[in-house]
């Protein structure tokens, strides 16, 4: 929880979250919240940076994405990146 305003982190909403500086126990709250930041800005493309490592944040991400009901499509980038980083559509028909 929460203490205090200084504890609060502020996450740019630009269509990229790099979840690197994150603890993974916080990542499917911070999805979440995200997509819907995005959505609020009409950001419909996003690209979540997740890391190569061994593949355990890109499968609790995709988990994470395949239950979201605005998530239309999701795919590892097929840029320089490669599999450290995934590329999300959102659903426009659908924001709240």
């Known amino acids: 929880m929460i203490e205090n305003v200084d504890d609060l ?4 909403i630009d269509g990229t979250l790099d ?3 994150f603890n993974p126990g916080d990542v499917s ?7 819907d930041a995005c959505l609020e800005k009409d950001i419909f493309e996003i690209r979540i ?4 490592g061994k593949g355990i ?3 609790r ?6 239950k979201h009901p605005l998530v239309m499509d999701f795919s590892l980038d097929p840029g ?13 028909d659908d924001i709240p």
């Open 49 to 52: 940076i997740h890391g190569k």
């Open 57 to 59: 944040l890109r499968d």
């Open 29 to 35: 709250e911070l999805l979440k919240d995200y997509i």
């Open 61 to 66: 991400v995709h988990s994470i994405l395949r």
């Open 19 to 21: 979840l690197h500086t």
């Open 9 to 12: 982190i502020h996450i740019p």
């Open 80 to 92: 320089a990146s490669g599999w450290g980083a995934t590329l999300v559509t959102l659903k426009k």
